[in-house]
């Protein structure tokens, strides 16, 4: 979704050079012939990328005029978000301009940069654009198996296993789990048990972002005036979302079309919130887009590698914001009362949630055989209700989800395993964990960056 703020960015316009301004509405071919000409030679390749990361931004932004959720955020300067998409390039011409740029860093920036910085950003450039070409071709109607989709908008191919792994997980549950019926029926009717009501939504949440924050800001400094408002919607497709607005401030959205469980609370105020999609945003604009003038980074894509990056560390960032002993000990004694639930239940629903965690893989194996066509949607909401043990609603959602998005949904299970892997390599102290975090959130990071050794 398009989200643009009134306030432009502190030295985000580029500033530049009064060639790349003048070409705003010229076709990339004359912006590549004009930079030549008036690039200093003793910072050239400087300037190419800075030519680059504006152009990338401008392509973005006619995009997204073919896309409505293309731009996820977009904080730069307004004239040129409206210059951009006042005439947008056609599919055909945006395409054929991405390749242009592609052919251009590989040929004039990776091959002849020796700077580790410089090739950080062009490297993450590349890949934004790599992810925007693969993006526009779908669009166009060219059609991917689900790895070279995944490849090409999100420079990563998750490890799967096959749902015979799953076997052996379902059946220790069944012995473990009480009751009659099928498993899936009799585990959803206890997770039942601890929904929040409507009225105590608000309380709860709170409770839950302000201690998310509150420990994040312990191992990181967070703007003085960063602040984000919370709303309850309905009718969408994921149960939450932040649309960053630039200047340190998000909208965080919790879809309440499914009863909300208390687990929820946690999770979401640590993913939408701190430390994770608000506090990337946030870190990005800060030492990028202003600390570096990157424009690049003043616009957010939706389909990209940053988004591994992005849901998978604010999936990580619930396990290193709160130890197993420190959640349980949060939601049994501060977030259980405010929700009117039993604390002395909180217990077995912990037990229940961390058992049926070795499950979660087996969405992303779902929707790989949905997305290929191995299976029809029908057999997908019975195998997501069977190996994710959801009701037929919740299934339905879940595959919804896929139906709209995707290969996006490897972001969450595998971007997470990409991030956990690389934070806590060598097994670091929390400090270093942390450290490692803050990193990830505030530089140019694909994920063959996460997974080098």
């Known amino acids: ?88 390039r056609s599919k055909e011409s945006l395409l054929a301009d991405i390749k242009i740029l592609i052919a251009r860093i590989d040929a004039e920036v990776l091959q002849k940069e020796t700077r580790a910085d410089v090739l950080q950003r062009a490297s993450a450039l590349r890949g934004m654009l790599v992810a925007a070409d693969t993006r526009m071709r779908m669009l166009s109607g060219e059609k991917f198996k689900f790895d070279d989709e995944a490849k090409g908008q999100f420079a990563t191919v998750p490890q799967l296993k096959t749902l015979s792994h799953y076997d052996a997980i379902l059946a220790r549950l069944e012995t473990e789990i009480p009751g009659t019926g099928p498993l899936a029926t009799r585990v959803d009717a206890f997770n039942e048990r601890y929904v929040i009501p409507k009225e105590r939504l608000k309380p709860v949440f709170d409770a839950a972002i302000a201690e998310c924050r509150k420990r994040t800001a312990q191992h990181m400094t967070l703007p003085n005036d960063e602040s984000f408002v919370m709303e309850f919607v309905t009718g969408k497709p994921w149960s939450g979302y932040n649309y960053y607005k630039g200047n340190y401030k998000s909208l965080i959205q919790i879809n309440t079309d499914l009863p909300i469980r ?3 609370a946690v999770d979401l105020g640590c993913h939408e919130g701190y430390p994770g999609h608000h506090v990337l945003n946030l870190m990005i604009e800060s030492k990028l887009a202003r600390g570096k003038s990157w424009s690049e980074f003043t616009v957010n894509p939706l389909y990209s590698p940053q988004s591994v990056v992005s849901e998978g560390s604010a999936n990580y960032g619930i396990d290193l914001a709160f130890s197993p002993a420190e959640r349980l000990a949060f939601e049994r004694d501060v977030l259980y009362p405010l929700a009117g639930l039993d604390p002395k239940t909180a217990e077995a629903f912990w037990k229940l949630q961390q058992a049926t965690e070795a499950l979660s893989g087996a969405r992303l194996t779902i929707a790989k055989l949905y997305l290929d066509g191995e299976i029809d949607r029908a057999k997908a909401l019975e195998l997501t209700q069977k190996y994710q043990l959801l009701s037929p609603k919740r299934a339905e959602q879940q595959v919804g989800f896929t139906d709209h998005y995707r290969s996006y949904v490897i972001n969450y299970g595998w971007g997470k395993e990409l991030v956990k892997g690389y934070i806590e390599r060598g097994n670091p102290d929390k400090v270093e964990r942390w450290r490692r975090m803050e990193k990830i959130l505030s530089e140019p990071v694909l994920p063959a960056d996460l997974a080098a050794q």
């Open 262 to 264: 208390i687990s929820r």
């Open 1 to 88: 979704m398009k989200i643009i703020t009134k306030a432009a960015l502190l030295g985000t316009a580029v500033i530049l050079s009064a060639c790349a301004a003048k070409t705003v509405t010229q076709p990339i071919r004359q912006i590549a012939v004009m930079t030549e000409e008036s690039l200093a030679a003793d910072n050239k390749v400087d300037q190419l990328i800075t030519g680059f990361a504006f152009e990338y931004v401008r392509l973005t932004l006619e995009a997204g005029t073919h896309e409505a959720e293309w731009v996820d955020a977009y904080y730069g300067p307004e004239d040129l978000q409206s210059r951009a998409t006042k005439s947008p």
